[in-house]
């Protein structure tokens, strides 16, 4: 199988994109099982990976761009490729990255359509128990990454309210609220905690509150994430959360435009679902660009990939929670893989250009029956 690895390209007015869909010790394993792995030339420049090191494993260094997504059978992406890029594929190649084809509007997934690929988005990788392995990892560390935004944008110089997340003697803590008790949300919890800070976690599933509760030891205030709690508890809140995550779909508006403006001014709002559509509903009023901007006098931050930030590290992460799938595309052939695995079959949105995803079609194909026809 020949692997491409392209450069990224930068993201307007959003954080540029900065991690590489694999790392080197990841692409050695891919090499020595058999694979040709084309890299574009810099692709991991930004997350600290020079080409020397791709290189030194086997990879093949590729100074066109048009060749790397010409030539791969599988092209293995962070975020989703261009409409420019998706011209110059293969067709019938297979394309791996965060596509989040729910809101990519129907042209987007025409586009992929008319060059028949296989499309395999990470955040819908799933096992039969709801686990999603690679959406997962990028969750982590956009929830340890949260104090520290919440904490820069808190400041004065930042338009803040300028205070202090932990507090001090004498001076209480700021209060977070979290709406979304899943991954993201319970690591962000455990990482507010860390500081000192007063933490609050709204959710629909009662097991999820229960899950943190026990997490945490009860140092977290939990509540039944309806209507007029969320109402309450975003009220009084200095750094709040939106964590919804509804797999493979948009998600649903819970922070309504005249919640926010009960909030003070110059407090924030971190809305971690933007790459899905954005749960809070002024972030979503922002566009598809998002950004870190004010709105109702509130500071809100909406970057879809902010776990770029920590390029190398997220970079990593990537590539550890992909390499199993490409081991075994690698090994049996993308089509007996997939056959094989029901969690790549969950996060296939397209097979060869025909709709397989209730995520993006009412009525879609069986997936199943496809990848048994020869």
């Not at 997490?215 to 994430?225: C, E, H, I, K, P």
């Not at 749960?279 to 879809?304: D, K, W, Y």
Request: with cysteine; aromatic share 6%.
């Amino acid at each position: 199988m020949i692997i491409g690895v392209p450069k990224e390209c930068s993201m307007k007015n959003v954080c540029e994109e900065e991690r590489v869909s694999l790392v080197p010790p990841g692409v050695r394993e891919l090499v020595e099982l058999g694979a040709e792995v084309l890299v574009e030339t810099g692709a991991g420049m930004n997350a600290g990976f020079a080409d020397e090191l791709y290189e030194k494993v086997g990879a093949k260094i590729i100074y066109s761009r048009e060749e790397v997504f010409g030539r791969s059978d599988a092209v293995v992406k962070v975020s989703k490729p261009t409409p420019q890029e998706i011209d110059v594929m293969q067709n019938k190649a297979t394309l791996l990255a965060f596509l989040h084809l729910a809101v990519s509007g129907e042209s987007y997934i025409q586009r992929l359509i008319q060059k028949e690929i296989t499309a395999i988005g990470y955040e819908t990788i799933q096992d039969k128990d709801g686990y999603l392995p690679i959406l997962k990892t990028s969750s982590e560390i956009a929830a340890k990454m949260a104090p520290q935004i919440a904490g820069k944008l808190l400041e004065t110089t930042s338009g803040g309210l300028g205070i202090l997340l932990g507090g001090a003697p004498g001076i209480p803590p700021a209060d977070i609220v979290i709406i979304g008790g899943g991954t993201l949300g319970y690591h962000a919890a455990r990482a507010f905690l860390g500081l000192g800070c007063s933490v609050y976690v709204l959710d629909i599933s009662q097991r999820a509150l229960e899950r943190i509760d026990q997490a945490l030891m009860g140092r977290v205030t939990t509540a039944f994430a309806t209507k007029e709690n969320i109402e309450k508890y975003v009220s009084f809140a200095e750094v709040l959360i939106g964590a919804v995550l509804v797999p493979g779909q948009v998600a649903p508006i819970v922070v309504t435009k005249e919640m926010v403006q009960k909030m003070r001014k110059g407090t924030v709002i971190i809305d971690f679902s933007f790459d899905q559509g954005g749960c809070i509903e002024t972030t979503r009023l922002q566009g598809p660009s998002g950004g870190i901007f004010v709105r109702e006098g509130v500071l809100h931050f909406a970057v879809p990939n902010c776990p770029s930030y920590v390029a190398r590290t997220s970079s990593y992460a990537l590539t550890n929670s992909l390499l199993p799938f490409l081991i075994s595309m690698q090994k049996k052939g993308i089509r007996k893989a997939m056959r094989e695995w029901k969690d790549l079959q969950r996060g296939c949105y397209l097979y060869e250009g025909k709709n397989v995803s209730r995520h993006i079609s009412e009525k879609p194909m069986d997936l199943e029956k496809l990848l048994g026809e020869e």
